[in-house]
């Protein structure tokens, strides 16, 4: 029920927002507010209409949103902040093995499985332990940085990929 309701508006926030028109500087904060709210499919449809717009405000949000109990509102968080580093795919992975942190370590779960289903081809598994657990154990995490590095030396060999790999995710940034 909450969804059905939120959505339309939620909708409009974000057009309202992208547009530029007149209101739209307050627009923001409506939804910055909403991934606040009780219901993990508006936090989830929040967050679909968020990643879509490159504003400061955002990452702070989206930091927080790493810690959501839903685990596709994390997903999304994460991809949003890997996206926003600014970095081709195999420079991200570079710093992603070498400097792991819990919002890299959730995109780069969701970004190895997208290698893996459109490439067809797998560099290893990544550990299925929650970041806390695998931070505090050096062979997960050891794992977590070969699988990492084996995907940034594919990138590596495949810039022309690597290189607009995160253009869907700032298509409308």
């Known amino acids: 029920m909450w969804l059905s309701e939120a959505e339309p508006v939620c909708g409009w926030l974000y057009e309202l927002y992208r547009k530029g028109q007149d209101g739209s500087a307050g627009a923001l904060a409506p ?4 991934m606040n709210h009780e219901n993990a499919g508006v936090r989830r449809a929040v967050a679909e209409y968020l990643k879509g717009i490159s ?3 955002i990452e702070p949000c989206f930091q927080i949103a790493i810690d959501d109990e839903d685990e596709q509102v994390r997903t999304i968080a994460a991809s949003y902040l890997a996206a926003a580093e600014w970095l ?3 420079e991200w992975l570079d710093v992603a093995a070498k400097k792991p942190t819990k ?3 959730l995109a780069a779960r969701s970004i190895v499985k997208q290698l893996e289903k ?3 081809i797998s560099k290893g598994e990544l550990p299925s332990a929650s970041w806390e657990e695998a931070s505090e154990d050096t062979e997960k995490l050891e794992q977590y940085r070969k699988v990492v590095q084996a995907w940034q030396k594919w990138a590596s060999e495949n810039l022309r990929y690597s290189s ?3 253009d869907r ?3 409308h940034w």
Do not use: V
Not at 31 to 34: G, K, P, Y
């Open 164 to 166: 607009g790999f995160f």
């Open 88 to 90: 081709d795919l195999d």
């Open 169 to 171: 995710d700032r298509e």
């Open 55 to 57: 504003d400061p405000n």
């Open 118 to 120: 459109y490439w067809h």
């Open 31 to 34: 939804l910055l507010s909403a």
């Open 103 to 105: 919002a890299r370590y």
